[in-house]
């Protein structure tokens, strides 16, 4: 999101905190149950001069609902069943039911622009986007670095700088380095165990936030050892949570409780705990299942996706080799991991964050056949999150996400680890640029000193 939120916009907007404001809707309202009528700003420009309008809107609603484009983020909005031009300014969304997260989904669907998709069609689309945003698209090299130019016709007022680059350095170590250095100007996911090192450079500082990101390690429940469900509540208990947060996250952030969801989010359960550390417990439960501790367990992460990503990886599995399995850490990058995703075949055991942004639908989506992301499948669940999609009642919302969070922790179809909290780290020379916790890279409003 971070790169196509800098070229393209959403009907609704969030800021830093995750708090829904107007975005090319300045304002909706609700004229029945199952429509809600969005005004769009008016005078706002495409990156080619032409006007946004309803049209835009409308083409870029109807596309994403088709199942045939297999639209990546349908799940944000998937009970929506089109959009339809009111006049050139005002558009109306209809959904097939009562569809309370509508809004909030709505934030993280950009706006297409419907001549340019006529004109030169899907592929040119993707490879040079066109967009309402601050920054306008110059060139992108995959794995390396992503440079824009600043859009001075910007409808919220154009940056303050020229050139924004955004550049791929998966080493945490290089990346501190490129700060200190004054080579880069703002860094993520900052390891806990480099903060003091920031701190003391005299050159940055840290900027921190709490994220609604629950960290997990997702299991391939298809295939043996984890379509055993007594390995996967072994390896949920051969794993020190309260150790690796003290010493990894040095007590940032939370230990997730047994579930996806951290605890400020709407649908956690209080009921439910984690399981505690018992690796003799893990390794009788082992031994019953009949697991082959001469199978290697490959545990696949990402490097500086998340807080101290493979730190806690290597970690985990230094705990998994104490009980007799031979895990091992393989460290994926990027471009590789997404074709991994969308084959859905990420390994034995892959590490990931949801981020519930508040609500615990949007999270909890990507372990349902619309979320198109898991391989476990559960009936019950499924139906349980659609009962909670399609209320507008608070109460029976969080009853269906209990329950749903309930039948996770049984069945156990990924480990739950951490609440991670989103690290940062901004050289003296930037002020007005603030840590995100959904992650999204907001730089419009900076300055270069």
Same mark, same amino acid.
């Given at each position: 999101?971070?790169?196509?939120?800098?070229?393209?916009?959403? /009907?609704?907007?969030?800021?830093?905190?995750?708090?829904?404001?107007?975005?090319?809707? %300045?304002?909706?309202?609700?004229?029945? $149950?199952?429509?809600?009528?969005?005004?769009?700003?008016?005078?706002?420009?495409?990156?080619?001069?032409?006007?946004?309008?309803?049209?835009?809107?409308?083409?870029?609603?109807?596309?994403?609902?088709?199942?045939?484009?297999?639209?990546?983020?349908? *799940?944000?909005?998937?009970? &929506?069943?089109?959009?339809? +031009?009111?006049?050139?300014?005002?558009?109306?969304?209809?959904?097939?039911?009562?569809?309370?997260?509508?809004?909030?989904?709505?934030?993280?669907?950009? !706006?297409?622009?419907?001549?340019?998709?006529?004109? @030169?069609?899907?592929? *040119?689309?993707?490879?040079?986007?066109?967009?309402?945003?601050?920054?306008?698209?110059?060139?992108?090299?995959?794995?390396?670095?992503?440079?824009?130019? @600043?859009?001075?016709?910007?409808?919220?007022? @154009?940056?303050?700088?020229?050139? %924004?680059?955004?550049?791929?350095?998966?080493?945490?170590?290089?990346?501190?380095?490129?700060?200190?250095? #004054?080579?880069?100007?703002?860094?993520?996911?900052?390891?806990?165990?480099?903060?003091?090192?920031?701190?003391?450079?005299?050159?940055?500082?840290?900027?921190?936030?709490?994220?609604?990101?629950?960290?997990?390690?997702?299991?391939? &429940?298809?295939?043996?050892?984890?379509?055993? =469900?007594?390995?996967?509540?072994?390896?949920?208990?051969? !794993?020190?949570?309260?150790?690796?947060?003290?010493?990894?996250?040095?007590?940032?952030?939370?230990?997730?409780?047994?579930?996806?969801?951290?605890?400020?989010?709407?649908?956690?359960?209080?009921?439910?705990?984690?399981? =505690?550390?018992?690796?003799?417990?893990?390794?009788? %439960?082992?031994?019953?299942?009949?697991?082959?501790?001469?199978?290697?367990?490959?545990? *696949?992460?990402?490097? #500086?996706?998340?807080?101290?990503?493979?730190? !806690?990886?290597?970690?985990?599995?230094?705990?998994?080799?104490?009980?007799?399995?031979?895990?091992? &850490?393989?460290?994926?990058?990027?471009?590789?991991?997404?074709?991994?995703?969308?084959?859905?075949?990420?390994?034995? /055991?892959?590490?990931?964050?949801?981020?519930?942004?508040?609500?615990?639908?949007?999270?909890? +989506?990507?372990?349902?056949?619309?979320?198109?992301?898991?391989?476990?499948?559960?009936?019950?669940?499924?139906?349980?999150?659609?009962?909670?999609?399609?209320?507008?009642? $608070?109460?029976?919302?969080?009853?269906?996400?209990?329950?749903?969070?309930?039948?996770?922790?049984?069945?156990?179809?990924?480990?739950? %680890?951490?609440?991670?909290?989103? !690290?940062? *780290?901004?050289?003296?020379?930037?002020?007005?640029?603030?840590?995100?916790?959904?992650? +999204?890279?907001?730089?419009?409003?900076?300055? /270069?000193?």
């Amino acid at each position: 999101m971070s790169l196509i939120a800098q070229t393209n916009e959403a /009907l609704v907007g969030r800021d830093n905190a995750g708090n829904i404001s107007p975005g090319l809707a %300045l304002k909706w309202e609700a004229v029945n $149950e199952t429509t809600t009528r969005f005004h769009l700003r008016q005078g706002v420009k495409w990156h080619d001069g032409k006007d946004f309008t309803a049209e835009d809107v409308a083409f870029t609603i109807n596309r994403i609902v088709d199942p045939k484009v297999g639209y990546g983020l349908l *799940a944000r909005i998937g009970q &929506v069943s089109g959009a339809k +031009v009111v006049d050139k300014y005002t558009v109306d969304i209809t959904t097939k039911t009562i569809f309370p997260t509508l809004v909030r989904g709505l934030s993280d669907i950009v !706006i297409e622009p419907k001549h340019y998709y006529e004109q @030169a069609g899907e592929q *040119a689309v993707i490879q040079r986007p066109i967009g309402t945003g601050p920054f306008i698209y110059k060139t992108y090299v995959p794995g390396d670095r992503y440079e824009l130019t @600043a859009n001075k016709d910007y409808w919220g007022g @154009a940056p303050k700088y020229e050139n %924004l680059v955004i550049r791929q350095i998966p080493e945490a170590a290089t990346r501190v380095a490129s700060l200190i250095a #004054g080579e880069t100007q703002i860094i993520e996911e900052v390891p806990v165990d480099l903060i003091e090192q920031i701190e003391s450079s005299g050159r940055a500082k840290i900027d921190e936030i709490t994220t609604s990101a629950g960290l997990i390690l997702t299991y391939d &429940v298809r295939k043996p050892p984890f379509n055993n =469900p007594k390995v996967r509540e072994a390896f949920d208990y051969a !794993i020190n949570k309260p150790a690796i947060f003290k010493e990894i996250l040095k007590s940032r952030g939370e230990i997730l409780d047994g579930q996806l969801l951290t605890k400020s989010t709407l649908g956690y359960n209080p009921e439910i705990k984690a399981r =505690p550390y018992d690796p003799e417990k893990a390794k009788a %439960l082992l031994k019953e299942a009949g697991f082959n501790f001469k199978t290697t367990v490959p545990l *696949a992460t990402q490097s #500086g996706k998340y807080t101290s990503d493979v730190d !806690i990886a290597n970690v985990v599995a230094g705990m998994l080799n104490e009980i007799g399995v031979n895990a091992t &850490v393989n460290v994926v990058e990027g471009g590789v991991w997404s074709q991994m995703s969308t084959a859905l075949e990420m390994g034995p /055991l892959h590490m990931i964050a949801w981020y519930s942004l508040g609500d615990a639908d949007f999270s909890s +989506v990507w372990f349902t056949k619309l979320g198109k992301r898991s391989v476990w499948i559960n009936e019950e669940y499924d139906a349980l999150f659609t009962k909670a999609r399609s209320t507008s009642s $608070e109460e029976e919302r969080v009853k269906y996400y209990n329950e749903m969070m309930a039948l996770m922790h049984k069945e156990n179809p990924a480990m739950f %680890l951490f609440g991670l909290p989103s !690290i940062y *780290a901004v050289s003296n020379s930037i002020t007005g640029f603030g840590a995100a916790s959904d992650k +999204v890279l907001r730089v419009n409003k900076a300055e /270069l000193k």
